[in-house]
């Protein structure tokens, strides 16, 4: 199956790009809370297309329309769901991919997978536009977990290979463009626009930071924080790689220098470093929660590649007409925190059981 | 809840390092499978502890009793249980750890989170131990995968910050010291060797490569081919990244040549180039489904380490007695293989349905 | 949590009795499956209120939406979203029961459970209504179960105490009061209108036989056939019993009576008696699979009732207005037939990857 | 898949009926509670075999090793796995039923879904042996909700089509043969006596309540009271049929009958009577919770009956050899409570994220 997550809370994500509507279905939500219907379009907002220089000119609404889980705008306890109805479509643009599909989409993989008879227009349930309804779950995850002291916070780390300065802090994440050094800022946008200008793409690296965690969080082996966080990054497309705390550099340091000391501040045990990225055995320690992901440069690019023909099995030129993001990362950020938010929201829940 | 992993096969690993047994019940295996028992004995015997210089001197025979699910050794159809007994057991190495945690450990969270009742005794459930009953269930779904035609294979990617050089083949799988270049592997050797001269650890990352993977395993969303290995590979104790295919290093690439071109082999379609790590939309494209974890340094380690007394709250100086492995990378790697197994299995039944 | 079910199709059903719109989503169905949409309408139908003399006078279109899932009238592998607008609402009906809860309704345990934050217009979540989307998904699978030579027939087979006569046959289901002997039916109806007139309502009894299942359907203890329907039937609301077979009847039989013995029909393996329900070991036996469930009286009636006034606590006499059916029994019987076809198809789906 | 239950703890069993051992893990069971081994010890020998006349004379001890999961007899937050050794088996008695299956028994469809490679031994994993893992993990749910004041007793209702006259009491439960009336007891041992001394088998009802539940236990839909302990109790083998409160007979009745009136006792909110059997809408209302489980008459009996040779496609008369109880209503009892606290407890645990 597909498109589900979660074990205290359950979303379920539906909709093609092209489909009447997108949207998503949240269980298990606590009834009773209220929903701040402007922070939540405030959030939504910083993923949506249309904003600026380096997002695709597709222009859409994306209000979320709640047709159930709500009276009002506070929680019922019945299953939420919201919906975004899909207005400014262009199926026409995508008619040349059904046979020849565009290197670094899922065009291929879904034309076998579901032996063609899957949604191709706009990449279909494979969309990026999807993470719209992840965002509408994760917004209200994330005020829920802020009505219990638990914030998240997030920065462009590097686009392109032009990489971010300084610590990322609370104050960062409200930017506009979210990266502590704004002049390292200014260099991404221009790797974006050389990019654009090329009819080619850029990728990057998105840091996430979680704070004010309980001590306790997260369960071993295959319920970990590190596995309930990375089971659902992954599905935000484009993101091929993952790592906690100091993540790919702890390979190359000794034990010595990675281990976090303990030590005592105000009263509460806490460590002098952050190399686990606040989690031990796959349990929050009360340390920040801290991860980055890798997201790949857009696929859809104007230069022409290289694919096949898979009705003659040729190799043929592809042209890819239509409006895509030169680097989707800025849009990708909100979305990181939607589905940290989620990850967190849902390990809370479990916590409470016990 | 923690130990659960899979939907199509569910594994459920059981045990703390010093508990009477360790194990684990695999159900949803069709019946009428024989496990060849010599070839899982010779792939356990892969992460078995005391076979050489750099691992733990600590010795077992680690021969599973399979206590259910089969018929001499031919599957039933009902849930297999496999146990190890735990026989050699020091209980005494550890009663220091219990009111002052050692830093990297699971000991402090896992104190807060059980309110006390934790088996701590050699890391109890959060033991790498743990990993045994892992290898018995990715063992045996190896076999499994291996009469559909698909192989998992593996080396040590670095250690310590010395990378091994070349392309990961099926031969170097083999090796005792799974590297391509040997010059590499005694480096790494070497590297090993003077961690633990310092009473110091040093961690690395294993590379994974799964070929013959039929085009169209693996789900949208949260349950992509990403998702599916992320959430096993993290149950890992140590692991701290994980990227598919070029992983960390797309977030520099430019769309253009991190696309992986099609192109036409032998009649079936397939890519120039592998940035994707066989993952296109979370679904296998056919080329080799290929990632990398990297694995932090052993957290126990023989040096003078600063921790905190949880009765007094006074910062103390911790020394670890006991025997802990200086690079638990060399093991780590069959578990790498084992997780991927169950993984690929599990998404391979997911894909019968259809 | 609460309204999905499954786990090779996964179903999860939305919506409030006066919520903008309910609906249902469903994973996991096969791409490439045409929909035969007149023939979903005219199942939809047999369940719409306001068909005639014994159902609520309520009306609606009953209409679905499809929002996602769906190329066409064709599935496309996503997941399919179905919705219906709640277009005939009348919240003003219900003001009086937030603090005076009718009894046999989940007034009272709503309140208690969602610390009155549930959505009690109608029922909220806990409607009968909620059965449409319930339809929708079941009346899907019943036609993919029928491209599979399985077909799930079902009759009333008693209200108010007036038991049908003779067995259940594929003609019987098409009529439009489903009973075998019509004498029968005609005294179930008059039944029902003297309840109406009484200003009260009547319960009844549900047969539903499957056809043409193949041996080896189900899983053992908790996934086996029994398991998978009771735990969908006893999610229509007013179910309060559930036999297969001979039911409650095999506990005053002797083994040799109540085991059927085997036998030899066209070359195939039969029982001479079917009091087993078809199901053997939580598997089905080849033999049609038979259920019966016992569909209580609804409980919204025209005569005063006592109840409780939560402020007050004092024993108050409730009167309820409002549109109501005075037996749910013929309309809940193509419920039965969706909860079992999304059950079978659930399990069908399963035994594909054996 | 097969042999796992619950949401909030997680059981699974293992073995069969002549494995070297049998087993169930338990996870998600709060850390830190001690078990009462000797209370255990003295529920699962209500159901061990070869307690009296009236039950198979193959004697087991049936003590349970706890392999993992404590640290003495407190649970310490990892999975709990206890297991009991197979150590009286006979598997000669069942080599002639491999090509014979017998009537009322799983022979059958486990061959056709196992492919001939099942257990057969005995009953292999369908075996009423199997109820022992569960009703460890059950004794042990079942102190769990003793601490929190809930309580679970049960009786035998009929055996043979003898009923038990009276109320359920909690006095009741806690006798050898436990029925209210000691006259009507005698009377179902006579029945059970004669069907043993004619080869034959007789079935029977058993009844359930559970005491002190607080209101809010259950989730609407697909979670509700019924359709959990349905989920588990379908699981024993031999029941065929399951009523809630009033169950089948609210079918004649009317609304104004069946409907349970609201008053207050005590200052708190209850009914006068209890046909729902303590649940509204899928949730407790605070009523004793009430079920009845219809469970059929041994399959095996001494009597030949006629069966099919799989082999020639023969009718043959099968002589069946071996122990085998005449009624197992009274060793079932246990095993009702057992699923009971089962499913309660881990409904419990759902409301404790709430």
Known sequence: MSSSYGQNIRLTIFGQSHSPAIGVTLEG????????????QRFLKRRAPGQNAYSTPRKEADLPEFVSGVVGDVTCGAPLTAMIRNTNTRS???????????????????????????????????SGRLTAPLCIAGGICKQLLEREGIQIISRIA?????????????????KEFPVVDDACG?????CIAEARADGDSVGGVI??????????LGDPMFDGMENRIASIVFGIPAVKGLEFGS?????????????????VKDGKVCTETNHAGGILGG?????????????????????P?????????????????GRHDPCIVPRAVPCMEAAAAIAVYDALLEEKKG
Do not use: W
């Open 207 to 216: 840091e996430v930071a979680v704070l004010g965690l309980p001590v306790g």
């Open 305 to 321: 590649q290289q694919s096949v023909n898979l009705e003659t099995m040729q190799v043929e030129t592809l042209n890819i007409v």
């Open 247 to 263: 993540g790919f550099d702890v390979a190359a340091m000794r034990g010595s220098e990675n281990n976090d000391c303990f030590t």
């Open 29 to 40: 939500l606590p009834a009773g809370q209220q929903i701040d219907m402007e922070a939540l």
């Open 92 to 126: 026409g643009d995508y008619s040349n991919l059904v046979q020849t599909p565009r290197p670094g989409h899922a065009d291929y993989t879904a034309q076998v997978k579901y032996h063609g008879a899957q949604d191709y227009a706009g990449g279909g349930h494979f």
């Open 186 to 190: 200014e260099a991404m946008k221009n």
């Open 283 to 303: 349990i929050t320690n009360g340390m920040p929660l801290t991860f980055r992901a890798a997201v790949k440069p857009t696929p859809s690019i104007g230069k």
């Open 158 to 174: 590097s686009i392109g290979g032009v990489k971010d300065q300084g610590e990322l802090t609370a104050s960062t994440a409200e």
